[in-house]
């Protein structure tokens, strides 16, 4: 039961630099999110997903896109990689059944951008 | 605006003392409330969730309790052990939307000396 998994771990980025951070859920969870979190602060929602083939924004998406061709899959695409985009990334997911089922979450990316 | 709060910012205590972490909110329309364990490094790990109706819920020395009226939760650990050392999170989600925003607060981190 792998539940969320995120890759890489660990990424330096130059400035200017793109990428792509994974997520994936064996759960055949329906909605998906992306969070970021800076320290000190609380997570904040960047991307998420109602289910394959639709995304929406949430409050810090600028900088990101992201995709949702299956279930499974939710990556996060960093086109041109700035300082500001320096911190952990947090990939979650939630059940079908509804909002009062459990949020899973991934390790978490942690991004370096020099 | 949907915040959420959570007190005291940091806390030291010793092993097999108690504690209560606070948590206030003006998430609305409120769907449910969760508190998580976050251990440094590592993605959060659900503690409890509590929907309108319940003001109350205990996970092992984990006891949360809520308190709709006043936008209120509390999260007791009791007989606290070292690895109860981590970042308490609390978590609202709205039910603005079939989605479920999650609104994340900025989290008490704990240290349990021995």
């Known amino acids: 039961n792998a539940g969320v998994t995120q890759t890489p771990k660990f990424r330096i980025l130059k400035i200017g630099q793109s990428m792509t951070l994974q997520c994936a859920q064996d759960?055949?969870?329906?909605?998906m999110y992306w969070y970021r979190q800076d320290p000190g602060m609380g997570l904040k929602l960047i991307y998420y997903?109602?289910?394959?083939?639709?995304?929406d924004k949430g409050e810090v998406p600028n900088g990101y896109n992201v995709s949702r061709s299956t279930t499974e899959d939710f990556p996060l695409r960093l086109e041109l990689a700035a300082p500001s985009q320096t911190s952990v990334y947090f990939c979650?997911?939630?059940?079908?059944?509804?909002?009062?089922?459990?949020?899973?979450f991934g390790q978490g990316t942690r991004l370096t951008v020099v | 605006k949907n915040q959420v709060e959570q007190s005291p910012q940091s806390l030291i205590i010793l092993e097999g003392k108690n504690c209560t972490l606070q948590c206030n909110y003006t998430v609305s329309p409120f769907s449910n409330l969760r508190w998580y364990k976050q251990d440094t490094g590592r993605g959060p790990v659900s503690l409890t969730i509590?929907?309108?109706?319940?003001n109350t819920k205990s996970n092992g020395r984990y006891t949360a309790t809520l308190d709709a009226d006043t936008k209120q939760s509390s999260l007791h650990i009791t007989a606290s052990q070292l690895s109860d050392s981590a970042s308490y999170i609390c978590v609202v989600s709205d039910r603005g939307s079939t989605l479920g925003r999650l609104y994340f607060g900025r989290g008490t981190q704990l240290t349990v000396w021995p």
């Open positions: 509590m929907t309108f109706s319940e």
């Open positions: 759960m055949n969870h329906n909605y």
């Open positions: 997903s109602v289910g394959a083939g639709i995304t």
């Open positions: 979650a997911s939630v059940g079908a059944s509804g909002q009062n089922t459990e949020a899973f």
